[in-house]
């Protein structure tokens, strides 16, 4: 991320994951990733064989020798029924930590009943940073349908050598071919447009112009750049201009995620397209324009569904998705697809949902701005139902899959290279989950945690004033301390 008038300091890179299993409970991938053995016992040849390698290797002999037994892996909830931590132990733990992190705000809370254990004034708003997207997020998981897609069309021109690229809202179009992965998993697949739209236009004349129609934001996105931006945050790799269709976010490598960014996504998106469409040939003209109404669709192709989509933003920190799914949030409210549209409508949809959302103030949804202010209030009132035991708070449903979203500490997302070995915060190292936010000056870290007593908390941590290098480790210590203790 960047702060304005600074170099920029980006949130850590991730290693994009699939996880195979969408964990309806908070705990049960820190039981998993924290390195809990479940029984598991392979012999030193078993695991050269297992991992492809001659047996010599680790001292094995040339004869097989018994199958190890299945292991019996297990995947449970923590039950409700661990004993709370006080607010006394809390504090006696936090306290003393907290004092080195500058202009901190936070809090934490017991989702089980809603209780807050410890708070140093939550309800001050702080610059979040990237925290924001676990309200954009959670607005998105609210508001819209989860199994809703992206489109991206193609439709028939005004004349017979014209086609319209019609932007539908999807940053993730992939411009690298089947089986190469990019940072967007599943994203859709701009050849699988190009042979739609080859296949559709048979026998007919070559294109010699491509309109984009990007009115699917209202004046087209504008100039796709908020209010509190750093100016060189396009050039950095941190966002493109927000416009309605580009190409994997805009980057110049769809491999990496904070790589330049192009200043002319959507027309970047159509002249692509264009020449994909007439290889060989002389390259189509490139213009915005609108699709005439009710023209034939020549492709079309989708976007992961939206709770791919809210995932991949918390994973990855990727700003130009969280502004995308903001926008999603406005469309479905009656908002202007603008950025202030979009701020309102989150904000709107939060408190509508019964989330405290006062002092929120919102430039962008997807905390790059420094304009952004949030307290810990709203980020908590977020987690709080997202973690809270099954049946009850009737919010738990649509916002357990946030908990997915957040990256695993040690493990993956943003988080992936922090809590290691040798620091003080290594006892955290998987069984903190939780959504980073970092700007030259702002810091934040909020999620889930389990305690050394088995209770899940939630927390979160806002620190202003200071840098990160120094800020960072002291918050990922704020949260490790949780696990470490029983606080009682």
């Given at each position: 991320?960047?702060?304005e008038?600074?170099?920029a300091?980006p949130?850590?890179p991730s290693?994009v994951?699939r996880?195979?299993?969408?964990?309806?409970?908070?705990?049960?991938?820190?039981a998993?990733?924290?390195?809990?053995?479940?029984?598991?016992t392979?012999?030193a040849p078993?695991?050269a064989?297992?991992?492809g390698?001659p047996?010599?290797?680790l001292?094995g002999?040339?004869a097989?020798?018994?199958?190890?037994?299945?292991?019996?892996?297990r995947?449970?909830a923590?039950?409700?029924?661990a004993?709370?931590?006080?607010?006394?132990g809390l504090?006696?733990?936090?306290d003393?930590?907290?004092a080195a992190?500058?202009?901190?705000?936070?809090a934490?809370?017991?989702p089980?009943?809603?209780?807050?254990?410890w708070?140093r004034?939550?309800?001050?708003?702080?610059?979040?940073?990237?925290?924001?997207?676990?309200?954009?997020?959670?607005?998105?998981?609210?508001?819209?349908d989860?199994?809703?897609?992206l489109t991206?069309?193609?439709?028939?021109?005004p004349t017979?050598?014209?086609?319209?690229l019609?932007?539908g809202?999807?940053?993730t179009l992939?411009?690298?071919?089947a089986g190469?992965?990019?940072?967007?998993?599943?994203a859709a697949?701009?050849?699988?447009?190009?042979a739609?739209?080859?296949?559709?236009r048979?026998?007919?004349?070559p294109?010699?112009?491509v309109l984009?129609?990007v009115?699917?934001?209202e004046?087209?996105g504008?100039?796709g750049v908020a209010?509190?931006?750093?100016?060189?945050?396009?050039?950095?790799g941190f966002v493109a201009?927000?416009?309605?269709?580009m190409?994997?976010?805009?980057?110049s490598d769809?491999?990496?995620l904070?790589?330049?960014?192009?200043?002319t996504?959507?027309s970047?998106?159509a002249r692509e397209l264009?020449?994909r469409?007439?290889?060989?040939?002389t390259?189509?003209t490139?213009a915005?324009g609108?699709?005439?109404?009710?023209?034939?669709?020549?492709?079309r192709?989708?976007?992961p569904?939206v709770?791919?989509l809210?995932?991949?933003?918390?994973?990855n920190?990727d700003n130009v998705l969280?502004e995308?799914?903001?926008?999603e949030?406005?469309?479905?409210?009656?908002?202007?697809?603008?950025f202030?549209?979009a701020?309102?409508a989150?904000?709107r949809v939060l408190a509508?949902a019964g989330i405290?959302?006062?002092?929120v103030?919102?430039?962008?949804t997807?905390g790059l701005?420094?304009?952004?202010r949030?307290?810990?209030?709203?980020l908590?009132?977020?987690?709080?139902?997202?973690a809270?035991?099954t049946g009850?708070?009737?919010?738990?449903?649509a916002?357990?899959?946030?908990?997915d979203g957040?990256?695993v500490a040690?493990?993956?997302?943003?988080?992936?290279?922090r809590?290691?070995?040798?620091?003080?915060?290594?006892?955290g190292?998987?069984?903190?989950?939780a959504?980073?936010g970092?700007l030259t000056?702002a810091?934040a870290?909020a999620?889930v945690v389990d305690?050394?007593?088995?209770?899940t908390?939630?927390?979160?941590?806002?620190?202003?004033?200071?840098?990160?290098g120094?800020a960072?480790?002291?918050l990922?210590a704020?949260?490790?301390?949780?696990?470490?203790?029983?606080c009682?």
């Open positions: 991320m960047s702060g008038g600074h170099r300091v949130d850590a290693t994951r996880w195979g299993l969408r964990l309806l409970a908070v705990a049960v991938v820190l998993l990733l924290a390195g809990v053995v479940v029984g598991l392979l012999t078993s695991f064989r297992a991992a390698l047996v010599t290797l001292g002999e040339a097989d020798p018994p199958d190890p037994s299945t292991p019996p892996i995947l449970a923590v039950g409700a029924d004993p709370v931590p006080t607010q006394a504090a006696a733990v936090l003393a930590r907290a992190l500058g202009d901190l705000t936070g934490v809370l017991d089980a009943t809603g209780t807050a254990l708070s004034r939550p309800n001050d708003p702080q610059v979040p940073a990237s925290v924001t997207k676990l309200l954009t997020g959670s607005a998105a998981l609210l508001r819209l989860p199994t809703m897609r991206t069309s193609v439709v028939a021109g017979p050598d014209t086609i319209v019609v932007a809202g999807d940053p992939s411009s690298l071919p190469r992965q990019t940072v967007y998993p599943d697949r701009l050849d699988d447009l190009v739609a739209v080859s296949a559709s048979a026998g007919q004349p294109v010699k112009r984009v129609d009115s699917h934001y004046n087209g504008g100039n209010p509190g931006w750093d100016p060189t945050d396009v050039a950095s201009p927000i416009v309605p269709v190409l994997d976010g805009g980057r769809p491999t990496v904070d790589v330049p960014r192009t200043a996504p959507a970047d998106a264009g020449a469409l007439t290889r060989g040939g390259a189509p490139v915005v609108a699709a005439p109404p009710n023209a034939p669709v020549l492709g192709v989708a976007s569904p709770t791919e809210v995932r991949t933003a918390l994973q920190s969280a995308a799914l903001g926008r949030v406005a469309r479905a409210v009656g908002e202007p697809t603008t202030d549209g701020a309102r989150v904000t509508e405290d959302t006062t002092g103030v919102l430039a962008d997807s701005s420094v304009n952004d949030v307290p810990a209030t709203a908590s009132g977020v987690l709080a139902p997202a809270a035991p009850t708070d009737p919010r738990t449903p916002l357990r899959p946030l908990l957040l990256p040690g493990g993956g997302g943003t988080l992936a290279d809590y290691v070995a040798g620091t003080p915060s290594a006892d190292r998987g069984w903190v989950r959504k980073t970092t000056a810091n870290l999620g305690t050394a007593d088995g209770r908390l939630v927390f979160s941590f806002m620190s202003n004033g200071v840098d990160p120094t960072r480790p002291r990922d704020l949260a490790a301390a949780l696990h470490d203790c029983g009682r």
